[in-house]
């Protein structure tokens, strides 16, 4: 199992930019992807971002495309999402994970290993 250890959220104005961090207590597992979800009070958590072992493979969800990136850097066991323009609609949870399989599989559930979460608002 690995552990999944997160940074950053916080109070952000509309329009700006946060920068959520994940430290992984290792990232050398086979066809280890790692994603960004969240959960907002009283929705389901909703997949944002995945991307894949060797970092060069991720894949979106629609509504984050061109708004938020996620990074993964291997040699520091970190996992980055850094998100732009952000507007209230994107006040939630965010929990990073990971697990097996290709950065397609968008399931909660496909996922083994969780982070604590971290609370990001938007609000002026």
């Known amino acids: 199992q690995v552990q999944l250890v997160q940074a950053g959220g916080g109070l952000v104005q509309p329009g700006g930019s946060l920068l959520l961090s994940c430290a992984a207590s290792k990232l050398t597992a086979i066809n280890y992807r790692m994603g960004w979800f969240r959960q907002a009070p009283g929705k389901e958590r909703e997949f944002l971002a995945a991307?894949?072992?060797?970092?060069?493979?991720?894949y979106y969800a629609d509504f984050v495309k061109g708004r938020f990136r996620i990074l993964r850097h291997n040699a520091s066991n970190m996992i980055y999402l850094r998100m732009n323009s952000l507007n209230y609609e994107d006040t939630a949870l965010y929990y990073c994970a990971g697990g097996e399989g290709a950065v397609g599989m968008i399931g909660a559930d496909t996922y083994t290993d969780w982070g604590q979460g971290t609370q990001v608002t938007v609000s002026s």
């Open positions: 991307v894949s072992q060797d970092g060069i493979t991720t």
